[in-house]
C-alpha cells in the first residue's frame, strides 16, 4: 500500500511540473436582472382595492411584506409643453458662428473691394466679409462670402458661384482660422 502511495504521489509530481499537463479551466457567470416597482403606500392600496380583491388585501400593520395580488397600472405623467423660439437679433450678434467662408479674390486696394463685393449674389442673404492683412509691407484686402456650418458645404457653394468667380480659383477657408489668425479683423460688408 506505501509503494502505491509513493508511485501516485511522484506520478502526480511529475504531472505538475511537466509542460505536456493540460487542466480545462473553466467558470461560470450569472446576471440577474430586477425590476424594481414603487412601493405602494396603506392610503394607494386601499384606493385601488375594488369588490372583486379585498379579501386578498392584508393590512401592513399585520406583514412587513406586501406581496399585491392584482396587477397596478404605472402612473403617466403629461410632460409639459415645450415651445422653442428662435433667437433674437441681438443673440444672433453675440454668438458669431465660427463655420467656413470662402475667399473670393484678394485685391490690393479698398475701391476693388467694393467692386467685387457688389457683384457677388444676394439672393441668399449670405454675409459678405471684407478682410486685410499685412504681407511683406503691403496691404491686402480679402473678400469673403457666406457661412456655412461644414466645409463640404461650402465648397458646394463655390460651384454656384457667377463664372466670373469661379475663374479667380475661390477657395474655402476657415472663420475660425481668420479669428485667431494675427489679422482677425472681419468687416461686414453688408
Known amino acids: 500500500m506505501k ?7 511522484s506520478v502526480a509530481l511529475t504531472a505538475c511540473v511537466s509542460s505536456d499537463y493540460v487542466t480545462d479551466v473553466s467558470s461560470e457567470s450569472y446576471r440577474e436582472d430586477y425590476k424594481t416597482q414603487p412601493m405602494l403606500s396603506q392610503s394607494d392600496m386601499t384606493n385601488d382595492i375594488s369588490e372583486d380583491n379585498v379579501a386578498n388585501v392584508v393590512p ?3 406583514t412587513n411584506r406586501v406581496t399585491p395580488t392584482h396587477t397596478t397600472k404605472p402612473v403617466v405623467k403629461s410632460k409639459p409643453s415645450v415651445t422653442i423660439t428662435p433667437p433674437t437679433a441681438k443673440q444672433v450678434a453675440m454668438n458669431p458662428r ?9 485685391v490690393g486696394s479698398q475701391p476693388k473691394v467694393d467692386q467685387f463685393a457688389r457683384k457677388l449674389p444676394r439672393e ?4 459678405i466679409w471684407e478682410n ?3 504681407v511683406n509691407g503691403t496691404k491686402w484686402y480679402t473678400v469673403l462670402y457666406g457661412d ?5 458645404d461650402a ?3 463655390i460651384a454656384g458661384l457667377p463664372m466670373e468667380f469661379q475663374s479667380l480659383k475661390p477657395f474655402v477657408k476657415s472663420i475660425d482660422d481668420i479669428k ?3 489679422y482677425p479683423t472681419l468687416n461686414k460688408l453688408n
Open 132 to 134: 486685410y492683412k499685412m
Open 155 to 157: 465648397k458646394a457653394a
Open 124 to 127: 441668399d442673404n449670405q454675409p
Open 3 to 9: 509503494k502505491l502511495a509513493i508511485i501516485s504521489l
Open 60 to 62: 401592513m400593520s399585520q
Open 148 to 152: 456655412y456650418a461644414t466645409k463640404s
Open 98 to 106: 465660427y463655420g467656413f467662408t470662402i475667399q473670393v479674390v484678394a
Open 180 to 182: 485667431n489668425s494675427q
